[in-house]
T-cell receptor
Framework: DSGVTQTPKHLITATGQRVTLRCSPRSGDLSVYWYQQSLDQGLQFLIQYYNGEERAKGNILERFSAQQFPDLHSELNLSSLELGDSALYFC?????????????FGPGTRLTVT | DQQVKQNSPSLSVQEGRISILNCDYTNSMFDYFLWYKKYPAEGPTFLISISSIKDKNEDGRFTVFLNKSAKHLSLHIVPSQPGDSAVYFCAAPGANNLFFGTGTRLTVIP
């Protein structure tokens, strides 16, 4: 158990809809990262938050947004969903701001867009 | 542009034998590399890392080798056990995130 929790585990929704994925980092970790893993792809970095502030952006679509709340949990909002958004979405956390040496991953949310 | 590449999507090995998982990278600025292991329905978990100042790092049955001139690293698992069956990702840190390979699915046959 990494200490990172993600809800829900599975989500099935229709095209055009909007969903919210939730992540709670490990106790004490200030950075939260979101990754997307599509079929047969590696994990693609979407966005990082550090202590409530957006720190870095990766390949995140404009239809997607995220935020980190004062209690450090984070939400990833996906809107105007398309079939191609079906993927595993992982949240990871780390202690520091330059959080690349070791990240702890949650179990992921599997999103299916029909 | 895939900066970290794992060209073998799958590997099958007999229990007790050596498993060798390979990874190539394109960015010569990478100075640290990590291997993650992922079981179904779980997130990736950190396995072992190596700094570019070393060419080898060993942790129990797991050894990672780094060849900087070839921009290549490999993970050796000896002896392989059925519980090692998982997807293995290599990764390298960028400024703010990890760049992951596409993973290699290892199956250890009892």
């Amino acid at each position: 158990d990494s200490g990172v929790t993600q809800t829900p585990k599975h989500l099935i929704t229709a095209t055009g809809q909007r969903v919210t994925l939730r992540c709670s980092p490990r106790s004490g970790d200030l950075s939260v990262y979101w990754y997307q893993q599509s079929l047969d792809q590696g994990l693609q970095f979407l966005i990082q938050y550090y202590n409530g502030e957006e720190r870095a952006k990766g390949n995140i679509l404009e239809r997607f947004s995220a935020q980190q709340f004062p209690d450090l949990h984070s939400e990833l909002n996906l809107s105007s969903l398309e079939l191609g958004d079906s993927a595993l979405y992982f949240c990871a956390s780390s202690v520091g701001r330059e959080g690349v040496s070791e990240q702890y991953f949650g179990p992921g949310t599997r999103l299916t867009v029909t | 542009d895939q900066q970290v590449k794992q060209n073998s999507p799958s590997l099958s090995v007999q229990e007790g034998r050596i498993s060798i998982l390979n990874c190539d990278y394109t960015n010569s600025m990478f100075d640290y590399f990590l291997w993650y292991k992922k079981y179904p329905a779980e997130g990736p978990t950190f396995l072992i890392s190596i700094s570019s100042i070393k060419d080898k790092n060993e942790d129990g049955r797991f050894t990672v080798f780094l060849n900087k001139s070839a921009k290549h690293l490999s993970l050796h698992i000896v002896p392989s056990q059925p519980g090692d069956s998982a997807v293995y990702f290599c990764a390298a840190p960028g400024a703010n995130n990890l760049f992951f390979g596409t993973g290699t699915r290892l199956t250890v046959i009892p």
